[in-house]
Structures are given as C-alpha cells and as structure tokens.
C-alpha cells in the first residue's frame, strides 16, 4: 500500500525508452569524487592524531573508530534506509557530516581541537557515511532499467573498495 503523496518506486525496462545513462552516470561520478574526498578526510585525521601522538594505541584506535560504526550498524542501517525517503536519508547524512566536519575545522582554527573531538567526527562520519552508502545503493537499483542493473551495481561496488 502506497500513502498519499508518496510515488511507488518500481524497476523498468530498457524498453521503456527512458533516458538513464546521463543521470545514473553523473551521480556515481559525484559519488565516486564524494568519497574519495571522504576517505582522504579520514586518513588525514587518522594520520594526525598518529603523528600528534606517536601512540600506535592512538592510530588503532582512530582505524576502529572509522570503520567499526559502519561494521557494527550496517545491517541494521539498511532497514531503516528502505522505510524512508533515500534522497532525504542521503541529504541529511551529508549535512550531518558536513557540520561535524566544521566543527572539527573550527576547533583546529582555534587550536583548540583534542584526540577527543577527532575521535567524535570519525565516529559521526562513519555513522553517517552508512546511512548514505546503503541510501546510495538502494536508489541505484531504481535508477537502472533491469537488463543493465548487474553491470551498473559492478560498478558501483568498484568504488568503494
């Protein structure tokens, strides 16, 4: 049962003729530029608090709070990305991430930043780089006619790795 005001989302066909290259493309070369500066965020800061520190505790622990997030929440994060919009999920993640990035950056401009404040913004990140990577992946299979969605998802998967 479809609510009012919201569109089914359903899988079409090649045959339907509807134009999907240009836009699936420009998204995903988007995305591949997003996340890319994404990863060199957090290796820079992965990167400064180990030489802020000289502490391999220090390095292991800022790698845990990077990834563990999205280890630990990925399953259940494509749930609730499937019960809600994936445009808004992905806008919202981003802005989430945009602020905590700031934050972090104004910190620094003030010099008054600590490992603590690091470790928050990695771990915000990482929680909201999941919410926006399973939105990303779910909307993919609607933008892509059926016949192409393998290629198309090889592709998507290739960015990521």
Not at 30 to 42: C, H, N, P, T, Y
């Amino acid at each position: 049962m479809v609510e009012r005001g919201v569109r089914a989302a359903t899988q079409f066909s090649v045959k339907d003729g509807r134009r999907w290259k240009a836009p699936v493309f420009t998204i995903w070369g988007g995305q591949a530029l997003s996340i890319l500066g994404s990863q060199l965020v957090q290796f820079a800061l992965v990167w400064y608090l180990t030489v802020q520190t000289g502490s391999a505790t220090v390095l292991a622990t800022a790698s845990l709070v990077g990834t563990l997030p999205q280890v630990i929440v990925g399953p259940f994060v494509g749930t609730l990305v499937d019960r809600s919009n994936r445009r808004w999920t992905m806008l919202l993640a981003d802005s989430v991430i945009t602020l905590a990035t700031i934050v972090l950056a104004i910190l620094f401009a003030l010099d008054r930043v600590a490992i603590w404040h690091v470790y928050m913004v990695m771990l915000v990140r990482s929680l909201g780089g999941s919410f926006h990577s399973s939105a990303m992946s779910a909307s993919t299979s609607l933008m892509v006619p059926v016949e192409n969605l393998t290629r198309v998802q090889g592709v998507n998967q290739s960015d990521r790795v």
